[in-house]
């Protein structure tokens, strides 16, 4: 697909999100299909089942989620929605097979119920609780910098006032616009600005653009790929894999440009945060995490100790039976029940 086509199987792929998400699954699955029809991606695919899952038509749900799989067999949550289809047709047999395959790619799907359970308590309880936070891992690449597609699709682009200031930083340091940033005309583009803010589009040689981040040239590749940590709501992140470059301004593990202007930096560089990300910073707001830790260990090893603490926060404080009855809860309990997971979150490092 060329970049134009790319923006439109976006929209119509997150229209068919967000039409889904409203209850109107029948424009939704057109959507979906549209998406489809432009560009034959597995992340298309898996919302058309979900539409059709929602929508009843349980076999043709199925059928889409079986050509998400052979677009991406490496995702391990397409087997289990295949799992889930397949054991509402009543084939038992089939669909244990299906979540064998997904325990295979990823251990934590044995308990992916108690995962997700866990993580919708945690996403509500700190629910605006942070703004635009800096991500706490030091040791991870910063996968939310990475990129295999170019980054204005993924909305990483610089709208005017923090364009204004990046310019003056690079004048500052002698840099070279060029080198770090690029353009994209979306002037003629059909539904440019249902996917762009207004703020982010931009007169460059008088044309209609949006400006973003140049790429570097080194790869994520299959080691750092392989231990990439999962979105908010434990799904792969479908923007990554080891092709995946990090950005031009990404500079030891974190974004150069992040207070110019002092404003905040890129929208995925100070917005998006990972599964693990997410969790550690709870950690940290809570006071139960040394800094040394978090420097010390893998994010192989983090990403795991980050599953237990999510079911640790989950289940026994923030959706405990105490916790949920109690209304307002008492500060008091709240402190004891934070303490007693402190301690057992304590034991995984």
């Given at each position: 697909?060329?970049?134009?086509e790319?923006?439109?199987?976006?929209y119509?792929?997150?229209m068919?999100?967000?039409l889904?998400?409203?209850?109107?699954?029948?424009?939704?699955?057109?959507?979906?299909?549209?998406?489809i029809?432009?560009?034959?991606?597995?992340?298309?695919?898996?919302?058309?089942?979900?539409?059709?899952?929602?929508?009843?038509?349980?076999?043709?749900?199925?059928g889409a989620?079986?050509?998400?799989i052979k677009?991406?067999?490496?995702i391990p949550?397409?087997?289990?929605?295949?799992s889930?289809?397949?054991?509402?047709?009543?084939?038992?047999d089939?669909?244990?097979?299906?979540?064998?395959?997904?325990?295979?790619?990823?251990?934590?799907y044995?308990?992916?119920?108690?995962?997700?359970?866990?993580?919708?308590?945690?996403?509500?309880?700190?629910?605006?609780?942070?703004?635009?936070?800096?991500c706490?891992?030091?040791s991870?690449?910063a996968?939310?910098?990475?990129?295999?597609?170019?980054?204005?699709?993924?909305?990483?682009t610089?709208?005017?006032?923090?364009?204004?200031?990046?310019?003056?930083?690079?004048?500052?340091?002698?840099?070279?616009?060029?080198?770090?940033?690029?353009?994209?005309?979306?002037?003629?583009?059909?539904?440019?600005?249902?996917?762009?803010?207004?703020?982010?589009?931009?007169?460059?040689?008088?044309i209609?653009?949006?400006?973003?981040?140049?790429?570097?040239?080194a790869?994520?590749?299959?080691d750092?790929?392989?231990?990439?940590p999962k979105?908010?709501d434990?799904?792969?992140l479908?923007?990554?894999?080891?092709t995946?470059?990090?950005?031009?301004l990404?500079?030891?593990g974190?974004?150069?440009?992040?207070?110019?202007?002092?404003?905040?930096?890129?929208e995925?560089?100070?917005?998006?945060?990972?599964m693990?990300?997410?969790?550690?910073?709870?950690?940290?707001?809570?006071?139960?995490?040394?800094e040394?830790?978090?420097s010390?260990?893998?994010?192989?090893?983090?990403n795991?100790?980050?599953?237990?603490?999510?079911?640790?926060?989950?289940?026994?404080?923030?959706?405990?039976?105490?916790?949920?009855?109690?209304?307002?809860?008492?500060?008091?309990?709240?402190k004891?029940l934070?303490?007693?997971?402190?301690r057992?979150?304590?034991?995984?490092?």
């Amino acid at each position: 697909m060329t970049d134009p086509e790319k923006l439109t199987e976006k929209y119509f792929h997150c229209m068919g999100e967000r039409l889904i998400d409203e209850g109107d699954l029948e424009e939704g699955i057109i959507f979906f299909q549209k998406a489809i029809d432009v560009g034959d991606t597995p992340y298309a695919w898996y919302g058309l089942s979900r539409a059709l899952g929602m929508a009843e038509d349980t076999a043709g749900a199925v059928g889409a989620i079986s050509r998400a799989i052979k677009l991406a067999p490496g995702i391990p949550e397409y087997y289990f929605e295949r799992s889930r289809l397949l054991a509402s047709l009543g084939r038992n047999d089939l669909a244990d097979e299906e979540m064998k395959r997904a325990i295979a790619i990823d251990p934590n799907y044995r308990r992916i119920d108690r995962i997700n359970r866990a993580a919708g308590i945690l996403n509500e309880a700190f629910d605006g609780a942070f703004h635009k936070p800096s991500c706490p891992v030091a040791s991870c690449p910063a996968y939310c910098c990475h990129f295999k597609e170019n980054m204005f699709l993924h909305g990483v682009t610089l709208g005017a006032w923090k364009l204004k200031a990046v310019r003056e930083l690079f004048r500052e340091k002698g840099l070279n616009e060029t080198d770090l940033l690029e353009n994209f005309p979306v002037a003629g583009i059909e539904n440019a600005q249902d996917l762009f803010s207004p703020y982010d589009i931009v007169k460059f040689d008088g044309i209609a653009s949006v400006i973003f981040p140049r790429r570097k040239d080194a790869v994520l590749g299959a080691d750092l790929a392989r231990d990439i940590p999962k979105g908010r709501d434990y799904r792969s992140l479908m923007w990554i894999d080891g092709t995946a470059r990090p950005c031009r301004l990404f500079e030891n593990g974190r974004c150069s440009i992040y207070e110019a202007g002092g404003e905040p930096s890129l929208e995925s560089c100070s917005s998006f945060l990972c599964m693990t990300g997410f969790i550690f910073l709870v950690l940290r707001h809570l006071g139960m995490v040394n800094e040394k830790w978090l420097s010390g260990l893998s994010i192989a090893r983090l990403n795991e100790i980050a599953v237990e603490a999510l079911i640790i926060l989950g289940e026994d404080v923030y959706g405990s039976e105490e916790m949920r009855s109690a209304d307002p809860p008492d500060e008091d309990m709240k402190k004891r029940l934070i303490d007693e997971a402190g301690r057992k979150i304590s034991l995984l490092f």
